[in-house]
């Protein structure tokens, strides 16, 4: 099984919305992928409910959390038409991405 987990900051304003619209706007778009994407296996999407007001500026806004069989369907799932459309617009409303990919073991 392979885990995706990958976490973003938002800009505070883009595509003409806020922030928090644009939060929930990726939410919808990322979870509606399992239903276009059959490799998915699991998906969980999150929006951070505290303030970032450490010094550091440590918290994200978003992060997704996506399970897959295998290697091989993780990399269908790169490739499909529905992520690159859904990365088209996440790209246009972030300003940072962090994400790591590894094999659960079960």
């Given at each position: ?15 003409g ?10 939410k ?11 490799e998915?296996k ?58 790591v ?6």
């Amino acid at each position: 099984m392979i885990r995706h987990v990958v976490m973003w900051k938002l800009k505070d304003e883009a595509e003409g919305a806020s922030k928090e619209k644009n939060a929930e706007k990726m939410k919808l778009i990322l979870e509606g992928l399992k239903v276009n994407i059959d490799e998915i296996k699991s998906v969980e999407v999150g929006i951070n409910i505290t303030d970032d007001d450490d010094e550091a500026g440590s918290a994200f806004d978003v992060v997704l959390i996506s399970d897959f069989e295998t290697e091989l369907d993780y990399t269908m799932y790169t490739r499909n038409a529905h992520h690159k459309k859904a990365i088209e617009f996440i790209n246009s409303v972030i300003k940072e991405r962090h994400f790591v990919d590894y094999k659960m073991d079960i």
